[in-house]
């Protein structure tokens, strides 16, 4: 419904322009201070005619929007298209005295005969003329709308492109992670393995069938870091000490799906192995006005650590999101101080 509102707002600018031009010989003219019936006919007479030489405007004005400006001005040049309304403007002055003939001189010579005076050549040229500099900025105007409106739905249509492409990035990198993490489990606690893929089951059910929405409530995608921290705990064990700290606000709020899970994975990626004493703690805390999350978690003292080729995948998708959706509402701050690495996020709600 909101769309063929919006469809309908040019035809009802039109509709009221033209019903306000058409209204303005009327509004206009001056009292005709006389009780005399000939004189107040050809005052009426008068009135006529500015009336109907103002709606003979409404041809004159869209050749020029919508010929001769479109297809003559902007693809043939200036020359030709003030040849042609050099043409057209005294075809319009040719209406205006045939109309002072139709309406108001057969009328007078009916009446009174002789002595009728017509009307001012230079003020018809004036109006015409303020007909052509309306039509051109009128057209000048609404190409320019109808391009940036072009524009803008090209680049959200690449903006979808691009997020659609981002998040199906994540549940192959996320993968990725948990069958690593589970092959590394089968070597060392064989026994636990049936617990974690009954964990994964779960992660990949949310995964499949709770983010094809655009956002997804808080609360559930606190449950589904729950769920892999809880996955995590059982791979790893007393090893590493995790802490997730979480507090939600009393009004639901809702989130891009799946747009924390990578700095949870980047934390239990690299704050483990070669670290003494890891641990991992997560915070999420949401209220009225802004989201935050922050992850804090050791690092390897020893540099020449090597990577793999997906290491840095999730964050710099994560990253690209948040460009993406929230351009002018969030914050992201990645500090790493000696064993220590950090990452605050802040997203404020609109």
Not at 58 to 66: A, C, D, G, R, S
Not at 87 to 108: D, K, N, R, T
Not at 300 to 319: A, F, H, M, P, Y
């Amino acid at each position: 419904m909101p769309n063929k509102i919006f469809r309908f707002k040019p035809i009802l600018l039109h509709v009221i322009f033209w019903a306000c031009f058409l209204a303005l010989p009327y509004w206009m003219r001056p009292s005709p201070n006389t009780t005399d019936p000939q004189a107040l006919q050809r005052y009426n007479s008068w009135t006529f005619f500015f009336i109907a030489f103002a709606f003979s405007n409404i041809p004159f004005f869209y050749l020029n929007t919508e010929i001769l400006i479109p297809k003559i001005l902007k693809k043939k040049g200036i020359i030709l298209y003030l040849v042609l309304l050099s043409i057209a403007i005294p075809g319009m002055i040719w209406v205006y005295y045939e109309l002072q003939e139709l309406i108001i001189i057969s009328e007078h010579v009916k009446g009174r005969g002789n002595g009728f005076r017509r009307g001012p050549f230079m003020g018809t040229i004036f109006q015409l003329l303020f007909i052509v500099a309306i039509g051109v900025s009128y057209r000048f105007l609404s190409d320019n709308l109808k391009e940036k409106e072009i524009q803008k739905e090209e680049e959200n249509e690449r903006l979808k492109s691009e997020l659609s492409f981002l998040r199906s990035q994540i549940s192959p990198h996320f993968m990725f992670n948990v069958l690593n993490s589970i092959v590394s489990l089968s070597r060392r606690k064989p026994e636990m393995v049936e617990s974690v893929v009954v964990k994964l089951s779960e992660l990949m059910r949310y995964m499949i069938y709770e983010t094809t929405d655009a956002k997804v409530a808080i609360s559930k995608e606190m449950v589904y870091l729950e769920n892999y921290i809880e996955l995590q705990k059982i791979r790893f064990g007393n090893d590493i000490e995790i802490t997730f700290n979480h507090k939600l606000a009393d009004t639901p709020n809702s989130i891009e799906p799946m747009l924390l899970i990578p700095f949870v994975e980047n934390a239990f990626k690299h704050g483990v192995g070669m670290v003494l004493n890891p641990f991992i703690e997560i915070t999420l805390l949401d209220d009225r006005e802004k989201l935050y999350f922050g992850v804090r978690n050791k690092v390897s003292s020893q540099k020449s650590e090597k990577k793999d080729d997906s290491s840095g995948i999730g964050l710099t998708n994560v990253k690209r999101r948040l460009e993406l959706l929230y351009p002018n509402e969030h914050q992201l701050k990645i500090t790493e101080e000696g064993e220590f690495y950090q990452i605050e996020l802040e997203i404020q709600h609109v």
